[in-house]
């Protein structure tokens, strides 16, 4: 059994962490919106492991293209409290993911999803190198007591690269860019966040009602509250490939 780990929220809360997905990060100048939900990481076909997919067209530039998102690998985030509901948060604030992948060995050598405003290589090839000038801010994910919330990792990676000049079709859309590529056999570390209350919910200066919301038959429904307030994150390494779910258990102690 993996020990409990406890978070810094006051003596009685501790999270147990059987193995799991988000990480929580700023952005400035957001605009509310929707976003998140079971399966929204879109499966497809697997390319090689570690490989770009594409023709080689003799330029080197096929190189940079984007393998397919793969068959998804179930995440899971399970409230095994008791009394209360928790509220999960986003992968970062301008972004709808509540999960976040890692190479555990080295995170900076691949992740998955995207941060906000980070195209692949193969969008920068085609002109898509603008960032836009507001983000949507996720809703924060009401789980009650028992409720699990499921979406998928599509068991890829966004390994890091720098475009070349001579593969564009926009000059200014050159230089570091990460390259999407199937995620190849071996340890990655999976983070989750979660939010004990959101600010927008906050009986001082907010409106609790906007953390009310009706359940699913899994115990969770999505709120009109943004999901930013102070965050807890946990962690955990798993194995790739491998069929069964990535999954966290939150657990409030008595």
Same mark, same amino acid.
């Given at each position: 059994?993996?020990?409990?780990?406890?978070?810094?929220?006051?003596?009685?809360?501790?999270?147990?962490?059987?193995?799991?997905?988000?990480?929580?990060?700023?952005?400035?100048?957001?605009?509310?919106?929707?976003?998140?939900?079971? /399966?929204?990481?879109?499966?497809? !076909? %697997?390319?090689?492991?570690?490989? =770009?997919?594409? *023709? +080689?067209?003799?330029? $080197?530039?096929?190189?940079?293209?984007?393998?397919?998102?793969?068959?998804?690998?179930?995440?899971?985030?399970?409230?095994?409290?008791?009394?209360?509901?928790?509220?999960? /948060?986003?992968?970062?604030?301008? !972004? %709808?993911?509540?999960?976040?992948? =890692?190479?555990? *060995? +080295?995170?900076?050598? $691949?992740?998955?999803?995207?941060?906000?405003?980070?195209?692949?290589?193969?969008?920068?090839?085609?002109?898509?190198?603008?960032?836009?000038?507001?983000?949507?801010v996720g809703f924060a994910i009401?789980?009650?007591?028992?409720?699990?919330?499921?979406? =998928?990792?599509? *068991?890829?990676?966004?390994?890091?690269?720098?475009?070349?000049?001579?593969?564009?079709?926009?000059?200014?859309?050159?230089?570091?860019?990460?390259?999407?590529?199937?995620?190849?056999?071996?340890?990655?570390?999976?983070?989750?966040?979660?939010?004990?209350?959101?600010?927008?919910?906050?009986?001082?200066?907010?409106?609790?009602?906007?953390?009310?919301?009706?359940?699913?038959?899994?115990?969770?429904?999505?709120?009109?509250?943004?999901?930013?307030?102070?965050?807890?994150?946990?962690?955990?390494?798993?194995?790739?490939?491998?069929?069964?779910?990535?999954?966290?258990?939150?657990?409030?102690?008595?």
């Amino acid at each position: 059994m993996i020990p409990m780990q406890p978070v810094d929220r006051g003596p009685r809360l501790a999270v147990i962490v059987l193995a799991g997905a988000t990480l929580l990060a700023g952005c400035t100048d957001r605009t509310v919106g929707g976003g998140g939900g079971v /399966g929204s990481s879109d499966p497809g !076909t %697997t390319g090689p492991a570690g490989t =770009a997919t594409g *023709s +080689d067209t003799g330029d $080197g530039c096929s190189a940079f293209d984007d393998a397919p998102l793969g068959e998804g690998r179930t995440v899971e985030i399970r409230n095994a409290e008791a009394n209360d509901p928790i509220f999960l /948060g986003t992968v970062t604030s301008c !972004t %709808t993911d509540r999960y976040r992948v =890692a190479v555990a *060995s +080295d995170p900076d050598a $691949g992740h998955y999803p995207p941060a906000h405003c980070e195209p692949t290589c193969a969008s920068m090839r085609e002109g898509g190198c603008a960032c836009p000038e507001s983000c949507p801010v996720g809703f924060a994910i009401r789980l009650e007591p028992g409720g699990v919330y499921r979406t =998928a990792w599509p *068991s890829v990676l966004l390994v890091p690269d720098e475009l070349s000049p001579d593969c564009v079709t926009d000059e200014s859309c050159t230089g570091a860019c990460p390259i999407r590529k199937a995620a190849p056999a071996g340890e990655y570390r999976a983070e989750a966040v979660f939010l004990v209350e959101p600010t927008a919910c906050s009986p001082v200066g907010g409106d609790p009602t906007a953390c009310a919301c009706e359940p699913n038959e899994d115990g969770w429904c999505e709120t009109s509250a943004p999901a930013e307030g102070e965050p807890y994150t946990v962690d955990t390494v798993f194995t790739h490939p491998q069929t069964d779910p990535i999954s966290i258990e939150f657990v409030f102690l008595p």
